[in-house]
């Protein structure tokens, strides 16, 4: 027992990470702020094989271990190995299950990553429902879970907190806390639908309206992320030039009058003062918000970067355009001249 009360306290030391976030260990721990200690919800599964997990089932019976990755991830990659030694070794009171964030990955990557490396847990493909549930923040992040369905540990490293969160959480009570049931957000909104209401605080300080009845201009959105040039030139360089050719072709746009436009960052491995320095280093001449809980992203549901939805004067989203096209100029230009429909 006085065993077990020290791993407590030291996880609890753990936790307790500083609000300013800046390594991936610190990320994790600051989203984990609002999770640790919290009962974990009620959600079912589907994994790429197609095999259903009922999470709600597992709890009281079995501590869970969630990792959050993906197939670009070099510190995934590089913890792989702990990772697949932690299932063949977790036993009966221990789930360990994969979860690809979906980010700039497919399938047919995660699948092929898994041939090569062997790997052998259940990996679930997320649409972005888990990573609202569990505040995704980076790559790895370790969700963990003990057997009374308390979440016990969020972090990024495959250390000994890691270790000890894992022990922890299979010596909990295995009698169960009251789930609760996963987060809903707002229905998905795609091309054809009308843009929601929404607002977005921008860099510069500035309220962009969604729905600003005085501009009857286009408006365009440009989802990106802040490291997609840099980071992902050496394991997807294909979408770091795709990310690269449309700032470009954004900013040489952008100058004119024929729309309006939004540049939403996702706070996947992404802070403002990330987002301020992508700013000053690449001048993308748009104005630029973080979507630090992913909200935007999920709404909209954009999963790769970079992706622009195009709306017309009367709101109406009319085109999603996933990378570069030709005939973007022109075609906010001829929005631009159309006049709003009557209602």
Same mark, same amino acid.
């Given at each position: 027992m006085r065993y077990m009360a020290l791993l407590f306290v030291m996880l609890l030391a753990w936790v307790s990470a500083p609000l300013h976030a800046d390594t991936g260990q610190q990320r994790a721990e600051a989203a984990g702020h609002g999770l640790v200690g919290s009962p974990a919800p009620r959600m079912v599964l589907k994994t790429i094989d197609g095999q259903t997990i009922d999470l709600a089932?597992?709890?009281?019976?079995?501590?869970?271990?969630?990792?959050?990755?993906?197939?670009?991830?070099?510190?995934?990659?590089?913890?792989?190995?702990?990772?697949?030694?932690?299932?063949?070794?977790a036993g009966p009171d221990l789930a360990v299950i994969a979860i690809d964030v979906g980010f700039d990955d497919t399938v047919a990557d995660v699948r092929k990553y898994r041939q090569a490396m062997g790997l052998h847990m259940p990996i679930v493909f997320d649409d972005g429902t888990l990573d609202q549930a569990f505040q995704l923040r980076v790559t790895p992040q370790?969700?963990?879970?003990?057997?009374?369905?308390?979440?016990?540990?969020?972090?990024?490293?495959?250390d000994a907190k890691l270790d000890a969160a894992l022990l922890a959480a299979r010596t909990t009570s295995g009698v169960p806390v009251?789930?609760?049931?996963?987060?809903?957000?707002?229905?998905?909104?795609?091309?054809g639908d009308h843009l929601p209401a929404f607002t977005a605080r921008t860099l510069d300080g500035?309220?962009?309206?969604?729905?600003?009845?005085?501009?009857?201009?286009?408006? $365009?959105?440009?989802?990106?992320?802040?490291?997609? !040039?840099?980071?992902? %030139?050496?394991?997807?360089?294909?979408?770091? =030039?795709?990310?690269?050719?449309?700032?470009k072709q954004v900013a040489a746009l952008s100058g004119d009058d024929h729309a309006r436009w939004l540049g939403i960052a996702s706070g996947l491995w992404a802070s403002k003062d990330d987002l301020g320095n992508y700013q000053?280093?690449?001048?993308?001449?748009?104005?630029?918000?973080?979507?630090?809980?992913?909200?935007?992203?999920?709404?909209?549901?954009?999963?790769?970067?970079?992706?622009?939805?195009?709306?017309? $004067?009367?709101?109406?989203?009319?085109?999603?355009? !996933?990378?570069?096209? %030709?005939?973007?100029?022109?075609?906010?230009? =001829?929005?631009?001249?159309?006049?709003?429909p009557a209602r």
């Open positions: 089932s597992l709890y009281g019976k079995k501590a869970v271990y969630l990792k959050f990755w993906a197939t670009w991830c070099v510190p995934c990659r590089e913890q792989m190995p702990h990772f697949e030694h932690t299932f063949e070794q370790h969700v963990v879970i003990g057997r009374d369905g308390r979440i016990l540990y969020v972090g990024h490293m495959a009251k789930s609760v049931q996963a987060p809903k957000e707002e229905p998905p909104v795609d091309v500035q309220t962009f309206h969604a729905q600003d009845a005085g501009k009857k201009l286009p408006t $365009a959105l440009v989802f990106l992320s802040p490291w997609c !040039e840099s980071y992902l %030139a050496t394991s997807r360089p294909g979408v770091a =030039s795709s990310c690269r050719a449309v700032r000053r280093k690449y001048h993308p001449g748009i104005p630029l918000t973080l979507d630090e809980s992913g909200a935007l992203f999920r709404r909209f549901r954009v999963m790769h970067v970079p992706t622009l939805l195009i709306v017309d $004067a009367d709101g109406r989203i009319v085109r999603r355009v !996933e990378g570069t096209d %030709a005939n973007l100029a022109a075609e906010l230009k =001829s929005l631009a001249k159309r006049q709003a």
